[in-house]
């Protein structure tokens, strides 16, 4: 029986990857898009009837919501389809990877599992993650299949391509330019470093974990506080330069990882550590 994996050729399935032991990725199954559209039920279906599928781990996303259409089949067409062929094919443990983004900002945090959720208006991202949200409980509840939803803090790491912030950051860094600080910088959210997630995927994913788990650090970083850290590990000796906005985001989410925790995992790399690291990787990686 395989192991399915989808989304292993992303950014975070590549790390995921390293963090898995051997014995758990032989024979394991992971088509890229080319091979196998998770979209279109009818190929899904002829996979599934061609392997015997035992686990299956969704990290595949789309996150550019410029394409309604594409973000609607990548985040919730696929999810249908997984979910489906799960119960279909009597497969033992399904693991669908989630985002803080199911949770509007809340400033009684950090927020737990239980808390009231549902994305903010406009974060259509968030938005296609409650409903594949809302499918795979509606699908396998009543199902032999068990399930893992693994709601994700704020990604980051080296040599992301999201991440606006940190990336503008960082590269004023590299480059000895001095940093932009907009507004007061209150907007506070929970960053989690990539190898940590990919450590926390795979405790998730060996263990057969069953439930909803925030994967994340319990701990909130404004962007005034990313500004400071930058202005630490930076060798420009120029002033950060202050920007009037007019319309500045002062929410905060933050999450609470004790339901993780309780299961053998926490996070070991602090805001400050991986910011760090990925400037020594940038450096390297510009000379």
């Known amino acids: 029986m395989a192991v399915f994996i ?3 050729a992303g950014y975070v399935g590549r ?3 390293k963090e898995l032991p051997a014995e758990f990725l032989e024979g394991a199954l992971m088509p890229d898009i080319d091979e196998l559209n998770l979209a279109d039920y009818n190929q899904l279906y002829e996979y599934f009837s061609t392997h015997k599928i035992d686990q299956v781990f969704h990290l595949a996303a789309m996150l550019d919501n410029r394409d309604r259409q594409a973000l609607f089949d990548s985040n919730v067409t696929a999810v249908h389809n997984l979910a489906i062929m799960c119960k279909l094919f009597s497969v033992k443990h399904l693991t ?7 949770y509007a900002p809340n400033d009684a945090t950090p927020i737990t599992e239980d808390t009231p959720y549902g994305p903010q208006p406009y974060n259509h991202y968030g938005l296609t993650k409650y409903v594949g949200e ?7 509840d009543d199902s032999d299949t ?3 939803i693994v709601r994700i803090a704020d990604i980051y790491g080296p040599k992301q391509r999201t991440g606006a912030l940190l990336q503008a950051v960082i590269g004023n860094i590299v480059a000895g330019n001095p940093q932009k600080k907009y507004g007061v910088g209150d907007r506070t959210r929970d960053y989690i470093f990539i190898d940590d997630v990919a450590r926390g995927l795979a405790h998730v994913a060996v ?10 650090t319990g701990k909130g970083t404004s962007v005034a506080r990313i500004i400071e850290i930058a202005e630490e590990i930076s060798d420009c000796k120029e002033p950060t330069i202050p920007v009037t906005v007019e319309k500045e985001d002062h929410t905060k989410v933050v999450l609470n990882p ?3 925790a309780a299961t053998g995992f926490r996070t070991k790399v602090t805001i400050e550590e991986g910011m760090k690291e990925i400037v020594k990787e940038a450096k390297e990686g510009s000379k």
Not at 134 to 140: F, G, K, S, W
Not at 207 to 216: P, W
């Open 146 to 148: 068990d399930y893992a």
């Open 207 to 216: 263990n057969r974990l069953s439930g909803i788990y925030n994967l994340a």
């Open 96 to 102: 669908f990877i989630s985002s803080n983004n199911v």
């Open 15 to 17: 790390h995921f990857l």
């Open 6 to 8: 989808t989304g292993a």
């Open 258 to 260: 004790e339901k993780l």
């Open 134 to 140: 809302m499918i795979v409980r509606d699908q396998l």
